[in-house]
Every structure is written in structure tokens, then in C-alpha cells.
């Protein structure tokens, strides 16, 4: 069974740092390319980084320079580094795989940069 927990979402101030994880249970995780996708109210959710089995990543333009992917394939967890918050960075962030023929999201947290 897939499941994905995100962990490391608060509240910062514009120009912080914060760190998410996503814990990934199963057997699938060095096989696959992982995301990290967020939501902001009102808004679709966005791919904003990705890193494939063997650590190519991408950024969406708006965060390229500031977040950095990383992923962990002993400890099965996929990182976001976020660094130079902005306000318009606040959203829910999710991690998601896909594999098996399906898409797998976790449940996602929360990250508010106030200004």
C-alpha cells in the first residue's frame, strides 16, 4: 500500500526557511520520480519541483533558484528546501507518486508566509 505524510509546514516570514518532508511507505519509492505540488486558496495546484530515481530535478520557474528537491532513497522521504520565502509561496504543499497505474498524494501541510 502506498501512503505519503508530509511533515515540516508553519508559519514564516517572508524571507525564512522552512524544510518538507514526505515519508513514503512501500516498496515503490526509489523507483519512481517524486513531486512536491501546492494549492493556494482559490487557485489549482501547481507542480512546483521534481527529482527522478536518480536525482534529476526541475523547478517551476517561479521557485527556481530559491527551493531545492532533494530525496533520500534509504530513508524512503523526499525533501523541500525553501529558502527566500515569499507571501505568494503560501499554499499547501503535497507530495505525490505515480506509480502502479495511479496518482498517490499525501495529505499535505500547510505553509504561510506572512509578510
Known amino acids: 500500500q502506498v501512503q505519503l505524510v508530509e511533515s515540516g509546514g508553519g508559519l514564516v516570514l517572508a524571507g525564512g526557511s522552512l524544510r518538507l518532508s514526505c515519508a513514503a511507505s512501500?516498496?515503490?519509492?526509489?523507483?519512481?520520480?517524486m513531486y512536491w505540488y501546492r494549492q493556494a486558496p482559490g487557485k489549482q495546484r501547481e507542480l512546483v519541483a521534481a527529482?527522478?530515481?536518480?536525482?534529476?530535478?526541475n523547478y517551476a520557474t517561479s521557485v527556481k533558484g530559491r527551493f531545492t528537491i532533494s530525496r533520500d532513497n534509504a530513508k524512503n522521504t523526499v525533501y523541500l528546501q525553501m529558502n527566500s520565502l515569499k507571501p505568494e509561496d503560501t499554499a499547501v504543499y503535497y507530495c505525490?507518486?505515480?506509480?502502479?497505474?495511479?496518482?498517490?498524494w499525501g495529505q499535505g501541510t500547510q505553509v504561510t508566509v506572512s509578510s
Open positions: 505525490k507518486v505515480a506509480t502502479m497505474g495511479a496518482n498517490y
Open positions: 512501500g516498496g515503490f519509492f526509489r523507483f519512481n520520480t
Open positions: 527529482i527522478t530515481q536518480i536525482g534529476v530535478t
